[in-house]
């Protein structure tokens, strides 16, 4: 029996990138790698769904994190706005109708700022003439003419009261208290009271009938005053008007030229002139210095505030499309807020505190968020995808928008919305959102797939030197001789775990490029070279090696049990891979089994005390299949077998280890041992046929490392599928025992061929009549089986060797087939 066919050499244990292969003496002579590599299809996608105007073609990049989602997008969304224009200024000004509502106003880039400027300027300049144009003497002329004018007309009608009453023999008398009439005596002189009362009756009812006409005739004389003085007041008030519409009408005429090919604009500057003028009294100037002037002064200052232009959206320094990366997108910065200000201990809000957020700048173009800072807050993501659906966002307060709050009375005109949602995250949150968030689908059409690792050709080679000459040119770091580039590709390999594959993790290729350039530095070399990278890769692994090495003692010590030589009967040592953290270590495991006559069929212990996953159990209960198949063709299938991993306290998962658990159990059925120094991995199929599984140089260094401990002695070595020898990046250490033959690793295809390395004993091969070679391990296997189902049978049959009759019952099968 020759198993030597399966056992591998050096050379297939990793894959060497060559110095020679690069044509450089230092990566400082090489271009720097300009974005990203190995993401063609995220690349694809990203710039389809760039390209595409349609509703709902925002854009989901999913990939983990390292994998260069950032920078590409950065690079790609930048190439594409710097082809598309300037998006338009957004501002909020007053609505002077309903204040409680102000208005939004869109203007071509730059000219946002400009209408704010010149709306300044136009009050700066008519708050500062106004009071010069009261004061001047031609404003003070007319205003003379036309009191003159009024107490000319208020004379002429004293006069005529005069006259008119002295025809009934009164005379007027102006008072404090107003006018008055009062009788004369025929010599003109005042009619006193004892005269009046001293009159006759005849006289002195005439005299009061006379009284009443001139009382009347002091009525009309008054009502015709109070019509002079509102003529008057009107007049004042008309020539105020007209005093403050010429000092604020050259302003806004040319405001309003300027801005003629807007309307909404035009319509604004006519409604804010009116309003101006219909306020002039508080432009007004006053020297006194009184409690009513404060109040006036505190009122200006609050009605030139009124005619502010608040610039929420500037874009008057952009050269193309705004593209935002909004790394802290709360709802504040996301959307907007209004701001309060205290005023004698109450709070106070206009349009003025309009404050923008990250989607207003956006606006118009691309805005880029990690969906994890998102979704962490779900309200943020309820009034995002509002935004996307409406097309249009309003700014309000979050109490307001989750109905929890009335006391915001200003909700100020939405501004539509038109701009492309970057979403960057894990795969997990994408499948996560399409399946529970039907709106998520509608809104984010489009995902771009990042992948962690590449083809291993010679042009991504090159661009692994290009990328590496990038990071020490950005960095200002040692550039890296062609060995070290050669061994970061390896690591590269080692990181893909696959030989033909290399990583595009970039971000821990980064950390080992840093580490390697400061180990340089402890060395005084003027380049980095391949000791430093490699000494950079055992110092990051030995950094987080404290459990690792912490169960290496355990082992020694022999408190984990675990022998590499020897043969036993029903346990071989399996291998397990541990995570801490982003650090993978592989460990040897000790897997028993017991076999003995019963129906129980096939128990998994970690599985009866729930510390089996559900893809360990679903291993262990695949080796029914393939027991059935193998043995139970001819007879019943009649056992009881246990399986565990010994020492397991914490569970495990994975059915990596169903082919040594199928070792073991055969081993215990053939009572065959197996050799201790072997450590298996490989999951298995009812066929018997051995599956590829994860983690493959960890659980072989591991192994290793418990062996070269205890003493390599040629004999041991671990077998693994043989679809995994690709996946092979393992350490020089492990390498170099191989080539020296003090370690052996073998690559299956089959279980009776493993069974072969681990017992030295033929397999066995099923002959034609049914039955296996003797000597076999399943021959042996099989017979035992048999003998086990014969006394089955003559058991139930009612048969003991006390020659008692036992009852005879029913005959049950194994509960597992």
Known sequence: MDTSQFRLKGKDLSRTCRPS???????????????????ERAMRSLGFALDIKNEGYNVYLSGYFGTGKTTLAREMINQKASREPVPVDWCYVNNFKEPESPLALSLPAGWGQQLRTDVGAAMDNFARNIGKAFQSETFELEKGAMVNKFMEEGNLVYVRLEEEARTYGFTISRTQNG???????????????????????????????????VQDRINDSYRQYRELEKQLKERLKELELETARQVVAPDFAAMEEKYAPMPDVLEYLTVMQQDILDNVELFKASEEDSPMNLLRRLDKRSLLRRYQVNLVVDNSSLEHAPVIYETNPSYANLFGQIEFESEFGVLTTDFSRIRAGAIHKANGGYLVMNVYDIIRNFYVWDKLKRVLKNDELLVESLSKTLGMGNAETMEPEPIPINLKVILIGDPQYYYLLYHYDEEFQKLFKIKADFDIDMNRTPANTKDYARFVSSVCHNKNLRHFKPGAVAHVVDYGSRMADDQNKLSTMFNKLVEIIYEANCWAGYDKAELVERDHVRRAIIEKRDRSAMIEEQLQEYIEQGTIMIDVSGGKVGELNGLAVYQIGDYHFGKPVRITAKTFMGEKGLVNI????HLSGSIHSKGVLTLNGYLGAQYAQDKPLSLSASLTVEQNY???????????????????????????????????????????IGGVNQKIEGFFRVCEKRGLDGEQGVIIPWQNIRNLMLDEAVIAAVKARKFNIWAIRHIDQGLEILTGVEAGERKENGEFP????????????????????????????????????????????
């Open 179 to 213: 006018v008055t009439s009062i009788p004369l005596k025929e010599d003109g002189s005042h009619l006193s009271q004892d005269e009046f009362i001293a009159m006759p009756e005849e006289e002195r009812v005439e005299l009061m009938r006379k009284g009443a006409l």
């Open 606 to 609: 970690e599985r009866e005390v």
């Open 774 to 817: 003797a000597d076999t391990v399943h021959y042996r296997v099989n017979r035992r089986l048999s003998e086990w189902i014969n006394r089955s049978t003559l058991r139930f049959l009612g048969t003991s060797r006390s020659g008692r009759a036992v009852p005879p019952g029913p005959i049950r099968r194994s509960r597992r087939l």
């Open 650 to 692: 914490a569970g495990i998962e994975g059915d990596s280890a169903s082919s040594a658990e199928l070792y073991a159990l055969l081993s215990s059925l053939a009572e065959v041992p197996l050799r201790q120094g072997i450590a298996v991995t490989g999951s298995v199929n009812q066929n018997g046929e051995i599956q590829a």
């Open 21 to 39: 292969s690069f044509r450089f003496g230092s990566t400082a002579e090489i271009d720097p790698l300009q974005g990203i590599i190995g993401q």
